[in-house]
């Protein structure tokens, strides 16, 4: 039998070459030789995933190269819960990824485990509708929804989708890396509960699900003035930014189509993040984005003055929002702090 950390440099290789076949042959292999398939699942899959990001992040992996390997995870997960069949002992479970995200992989993980642990599951899969999912609550009756949601600018979505299944009186676990490092946005949001991982999401559902609602910091105002207006005027707004920015890098007169797509989108990133930001009233939302921006465009030799010059130009557009210039300044300032010493001043994404 080979060791989890060997399986999982072995794993990574295998579906870093995008080979399917080789892939479930080890871990269904692990599962025969006795490994417990919670273990395979979390501590081979999950991690060589965790690897997968890193290194695309690094930009030693390309993005189709990252495609390849997940597409291959999702194929193993499949495999795992097709090897290993339990019985259900407990309740009702519906797992579903807000509406809007579309990482399903670490959801789909945590089913499998609740369906280990010996809960009914129902998985709904990437980007569920809120108003989709409370009929399919109507219809099953479940204990519990477990919500996923891994990227931030998905957190106003996913608050509606927590409010409506409290709503019908469903109790919610909240999971996925945009509630917060320490699930402070769960909270804050209105879920009955957040875990940071899938086995905690199981152990938490075990204990019983003690609310933290009485507890949390208060309702969000969804009628925010300055959330509002970034929302709806959104395509403006990029509109407008985007004009100043070929006004004041030159260069950019000569972009080709798929440079400037790539420039509009990462505006666009940072126009969702600063949304989000203003959302949950939480100035590290966007600080951490920008630091994480900064940090994958270094690796990719872009400049990360290119953001602070995004960021300044967005400050300038909405010269009538001071929550959101307040929230810019702190993200111009983590953008300065991630430059490095001889980084040219004025370069765009």
Not at 5 to 20: F, H, N, T
Not at 150 to 179: N, S
Not at 197 to 225: Q, V
Not at 332 to 343: H, K, L
Request: aromatic share 6%; with cysteine; hydrophobic share 45%.
């Amino acid at each position: 039998m080979i060791g989890v950390e060997s399986a999982v440099e072995r794993y990574l290789k295998l579906i870093g070459e995008a080979d399917e076949y080789g892939a479930i042959d080890l871990v269904v292999g692990l599962i025969d030789e006795g490994v417990p398939a919670e273990d395979v699942l979390l501590r081979v899959v999950a991690a060589g995933q965790r690897r997968v990001g890193e290194l695309w992040a690094a930009n030693d992996w390309s993005v189709a190269r990252e495609h390849g390997a997940t597409a291959v995870s999702e194929r193993a997960v499949a495999a795992i819960a097709g090897r290993v069949r339990p019985t259900p002992t407990r309740g009702r479970v519906t797992v579903a990824c807000a509406d809007g995200e579309y990482h399903a992989l670490p959801t789909r993980m945590l089913a499998e485990v609740l369906r280990l642990r010996g809960w009914r599951v129902d998985f709904l899969g990437a980007s569920v509708p809120g108003p989709h999912l409370i009929t399919h609550l109507h219809q099953t009756g479940p204990d519990v929804v477990a919500l996923g949601c891994m990227i931030a600018i998905r957190l106003p979505r996913a608050h509606a989708t927590i409010a409506a299944c409290r709503a019908v009186g469903v109790p919610v676990l909240a999971g996925g890396a945009a509630f917060g490092a320490d699930g402070r946005f769960a909270r804050l949001l209105g879920a009955d509960a957040w875990a940071p991982t899938a086995d905690a999401a199981a152990d938490r559902l075990a204990a019983g699900l003690p609310s933290f609602a009485a507890g949390s910091d208060g309702e969000i105002h969804l009628g925010d003035e300055e959330y509002g207006y970034l929302t709806r005027h959104r395509a403006d707004v990029l509109a407008r930014v985007l004009d100043l920015l070929r006004e004041s890098y030159a260069p950019m007169g000569g972009y080709s189509e798929r440079q400037l797509e790539h420039t509009a989108e990462d505006l666009g990133h940072i126009a969702d993040f600063l949304a989000a930001a203003l959302y949950v009233h939480d100035t590290s939302l966007f600080t951490d984005f920008v630091t994480w921006t900064c940090e994958v465009l270094t690796a990719r030799k872009v400049p990360a003055a290119s953001v602070v010059l995004g960021l300044r130009l967005f400050r300038d557009v909405l010269a009538d929002c001071p929550r959101a210039r307040a929230l810019l300044a702190e993200g111009i300032e983590a953008a300065t702090a991630a430059r490095p010493s001889g980084d040219s001043p004025a370069r765009v994404t």
